[in-house]
């Protein structure tokens, strides 16, 4: 395997930029994804999850794009660090989560589920997932198709439970999983390799699993990064999206329960793997 001096997930990259919707991935610290979105009609700008100004000014500026909008899917510092320097430094507005409106820096726009927001003439409702923390959002560009969901789903894993239970995570996960399947799912960090081999041991006879474990390792050994991805990819391999396959209870030891228990049951062993 040859190593690339400069594997192209630690530098910002355009994958798209065709459609309604331009995005930037925007790499920063260890392993998290930026991401900028710019409506094509309008010109206007945002940035999901700036976790870190500087990444995110110096892609702007290498585009010669402003920054209108700042889009909070949770409070951590890794998902809102850069905000207030971002929002002085261009005079962004900030949305986030009415129920965090004590934990997201600068907080203009509070929105709740099934809020819409505007970004120039795209649109985007507003998905409230609590289970990594109490009021974690996420924002769905139907049209865009493109889905930014912080650290509620990663290809094929979802973000610890920090502050929220099993079943909140399973709701969110039952109603992101009926958005259509070629929505790209735009999520916060590159866990894929780890969650794949996880997502194996709990579902081990999954042909699409398998595939998709070979196909991300060799991304990966590529330096290539896994993220966005289809949400169809996900409702046939993610383990805490499918906590309702039989094979899956089975494999956990839990034939017959709930989902919710299956799910938190998945969820525990993620923990301890
Ligand atoms: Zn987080
Ligand atoms: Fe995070």
Known sequence: ?????????????DVRTAGPLQIVRVPAFRDNYLWLLRCAATGTTGVVDPGDA????????????????????????DHVGGVLELKQSHGARVVGAAADADRVPGL???????????????????????????????????????????????????????????????????????????????????????NARFARTVDPDNAALAARAADVQAARDAGRA???????????????MRADDPAIARQVGLAGAPPVQVLGEVRARKDAF
């Open 54 to 77: 500087e990444p995110v000014r110096a892609a702007l500026a290498a585009r010669g794009w402003g920054l209108d909008w700042i889009l909070v899917t949770h409070h951590h510092w």
């Open 108 to 194: 203009d726009v509070a929105v709740a589920q099934d809020d819409g927001f505007t970004l120039g003439a795209q649109q985007a409702t507003v998905h409230f997932v609590p289970g990594h923390t109490r009021a974690h959002i996420a924002y769905h560009f139907a049209d865009a198709r493109a889905l930014f969901v912080g650290d509620t789903i990663f290809a094929m894993g979802c973000g610890r439970l920090f502050e929220g239970t099993p079943a909140q995570l399973w709701d969110a996960m039952a109603r992101l999983r009926q958005l259509p399947g070629d929505t790209e799912v735009f999520c916060a960090h590159e866990y894929t390799l780890s």
């Open 226 to 240: 896994t993220v966005p991805f289809r949400l169809s990819a996900e409702q046939a391999t993610n383990p805490f």
């Open 1 to 13: 395997m040859s190593v690339d001096p400069t594997p192209s997930d630690r530098e910002p990259a």
